[in-house]
Nanobody, 116 residues
């Protein structure tokens, strides 16, 4: 089982970035997918969720209206489109895959830095 995040980097405030998480080793389409983030000195926090099937989404209040989570089951990939980025969005972003309470997988993270 692997979850590999990519696409992080340095972006100016107000800019946009799309990060990806490529999954392998499990039936991706059956899993609920999440994005979390962890800023320096802070606890990891939930950012967004996309369920399997119809792909309903949910967002943390701090990112709602700016971030969009999406999945491509044909490519076994989940994305996080981040717009209107703020310095407080700076963090390591992690994807998570969960199937009920049975299987729970995490990626290694990708760094997103928002700074001028």
């Amino acid at each position: 089982v692997r979850l590999v995040e990519s696409g992080g980097g340095l972006v100016q405030p107000g800019g946009s970035l799309r990060i990806s998480c490529a999954a392998s080793g499990f039936t991706f389409s059956s899993y609920v997918m999440y994005w979390y983030r962890q800023a320096p000195g802070k606890e990891r926090e939930w950012v967004a969720t996309i369920i399997s099937g119809a792909g309903s989404t949910n967002y943390a209040a701090s990112v709602k209206g700016r971030f969009t989570i999406a999945r491509d089951n044909a490519k076994n990939t989940v994305y996080l489109q981040m717009n209107s980025l703020k310095p407080e969005d700076t963090a390591v972003y992690y994807c998570r895959a969960r199937l009920l309470s049975v299987n729970d997988y995490w990626g290694q993270g990708t760094q997103v830095t928002v700074s001028s």
